[in-house]
């Protein structure tokens, strides 16, 4: 991990992916804050996307999203983006229920049935084919399955009301989503991974699934059956989990400027920060991307 004072950002900014496709075959790319905000797409992202694969990349979408991968690849359809556009897609959701599926994991062997499950609208495909029951007694839990939270509808002191019990309990937590920020149309709202740390500052025992975890990264690679590590590009907008997350994997980063940080960049869609800017805020996160684009287009 580079420090704060030894962290300089490189001269390969460019305006578009274009400039930068050919030194690559495999697109690691970030959903949120980067192809859409939450509720529309970004201008130029399908079209980014479709001249990927159009060049022959291969690109895997890899969101911190508690949803399952089929059901974040509806939503993208959604937005407009059809399943053509990449070749594969994994979540952190994902992981995680594959984790409580198989119960390989150490961190999660013996965490027990009985849930009380943090989720966004119409999450029900996070339970189908676990063994868990559901409670809404934190008396009655084993442990908290946090997959989401909807800023929009509930308020954060209702989520703190409703955990304190689980936290005065101890009740290990299990975060499908470490994202403690995520874009909602034009403004920034609370996720599921500033609960994860609310409740982990309680002294409760936190398991996260997501980037910046490498494992994340490495399932992408083995989703597309490549090997070539050198030829890997990560694209996103958190320093935090994607760029830090592609320096975990090993692999090339391009930091999308126009993301969740783009307010501290205070700059508008399509516009370069400052390199000054930019290294400014990478220095403050210990982190060292190769590439800075203003937003996901071509």
Not at 11 to 23: I, N, T
Not at 74 to 99: I, N
Not at 284 to 290: E, K
């Amino acid at each position: 991990m580079l420090s704060g004072q030894n962290t300089v950002i490189p001269p390969h900014s460019a305006p578009g992916l274009s400039g930068l496709a050919g030194r690559y075959d495999v697109f690691i790319v970030d959903q949120w804050g980067v192809l859409h905000d939450g509720e529309n797409p970004y201008p130029g992202a399908a079209d980014c996307l479709r001249a990927l694969k159009e060049a022959g990349k291969k690109v895997v979408v890899l969101t911190n999203s508690g949803r399952r991968a089929r059901i974040n690849t509806e939503v993208l359809a959604e937005l407009g983006f059809e399943r053509g556009l990449y070749d594969t897609l994994h979540s952190s959701g994902e992981a995680a229920w594959r984790a409580l599926r198989d119960r390989e994991d150490p961190v999660v062997r013996g965490l027990g049935r009985r849930c009380l499950l943090l989720a966004r609208r119409n999450n029900s495909a996070i339970l189908e084919g676990l063994d868990l029951v559901v409670t809404d007694d934190p008396g009655a839990a084993d442990f908290v399955f946090n997959t989401g939270v909807d800023p929009a509808t509930t308020p954060w002191d209702k989520y703190l009301e409703w955990l304190a019990p689980a936290a005065d309990r101890g009740l290990p937590m299990v975060c499908a989503n470490p994202d403690v920020t995520s874009p909602l149309g034009p403004r920034m709202v609370f996720g599921a991974g500033a609960l994860a740390d609310w409740y982990g500052a309680r002294g409760c025992p936190v398991v996260r699934f997501g980037k910046p975890d490498a494992a994340m990264f490495e399932t992408c690679l083995k989703l597309v059956e490549t090997e070539e590590r050198e030829r890997v590009l990560v694209v996103g907008d958190s320093l935090d989990h994607d760029i830090r997350g592609a320096m975990n994997a090993g692999f090339d980063s391009a930091f999308v400027a126009g993301g969740i940080h783009a307010d501290t960049l205070r700059i508008q869609f399509g516009e370069m920060p400052s390199r000054d800017a930019v290294t400014r805020m990478a220095a403050a996160f210990a982190v060292q991307p190769v590439h800075v684009l203003p937003n996901f287009v071509w």
